[in-house]
């Protein structure tokens, strides 16, 4: 048995005792020699999957049950977003994306092309930094202070173009600007020739949970037809967050030109 699964059997083990198990009974129900379980055991509990008691018993950790929320959500998530998603892809004609923060990246959730000849190469479950995508930018300008410092404090900034912004001072900068408009701009940012546009769905606390971007070569996306598209996915952001039981409010962290968008 490989570590990875030998620590999957062992949250199994856990998760059907009704109290916290010993290390000898833990090896008692897996078969396992006591400096093997040892090991799985310390693994699981530095990743907090697991907790030690007082009594020098484990129990499942609470990590479980967040990474447990977030699967939930992401699912419901994707099917409540979907009918907007499409349409969407329908309207601009180009490939619209879905994404979550995670860590200092951008997952990829869920993805609609467009019936065109040149679209994306993006896949569902890969990611890419915050820092320099239209989504990541996007859900990190609407989050609390204290999250953004975490998070853009972990960044290790590289630099992918010509245009990748490659710098603290200059994020904070950007992202400012996304505040100030609603949505980000992905300019070449990642790729030389993609450009892309995304904006941020709000949860009933009215921070951003994740967000939706359109993106397409330069030659579709150009600068003269940027705010038209950019309108397009704040107004199918607006249209999520509200069926997701966002309100905003007179007095808010968001910026009120993005109030414009989201309603008064």
């Known amino acids: 048995m490989h570590g990875l699964e030998r620590a999957v059997s062992v949250l199994e083990v856990l998760s059907e005792s009704e109290a916290p198990l010993s290390l000898a009974e833990i090896c008692h129900r897996m078969n396992l020699h006591k400096s093997t379980a040892h090991r799985s055991l310390m693994v699981l509990e530095r990743s907090a999957l697991i907790e030690r008691t007082p009594e020098n ?5 609470l990590k479980l049950y967040e990474l447990g929320n977030r699967a939930v959500e992401q699912i419901d998530l994707r099917a409540r977003v979907y009918p907007f998603f499409r349409r969407l892809a329908m309207d601009v004609h180009e490939t619209v994306h879905l994404g979550v923060l995670q860590k200092t990246s951008v997952v990829y959730v869920d993805k609609v092309e467009p019936n065109r000849r040149i679209c994306m190469s993006s896949k569902i479950g890969s990611s890419n930094p915050v820092y320099c995508t239209s989504m990541g930018k996007a859900m990190l300008a609407f989050q609390p202070e204290e999250t953004i410092e975490k998070i ?10 010509p245009k990748t912004l490659c710098s ?5 900068e950007h992202l400012e600007t996304v505040r100030r408009r609603g949505y980000a701009i992905d300019d070449e940012e990642i790729e030389l020739g993609v450009r892309c546009i995304g904006a941020p769905i709000f949860n009933t606390d009215r921070w951003a949970i994740a967000a939706v971007s359109v993106s397409g070569p330069t030659s579709r996306i150009t600068p003269k037809n940027v705010r038209a598209i950019a309108q397009r996915v704040l107004t199918c952001c607006r249209e999520i967050s509200a069926s997701l039981g966002m309100r905003a409010k007179k007095k808010s962290h968001v910026a009120s030109p993005f ?6």
């Open 152 to 161: 853009v404090s972990r960044i290790r900034f590289t630099r992918y173009t």
């Open 57 to 61: 018993r484990f129990r499942l950790g």
């Open 168 to 172: 603290r001072e200059k994020l904070f």
């Open 259 to 264: 109030l414009t968008h989201y309603g008064s």
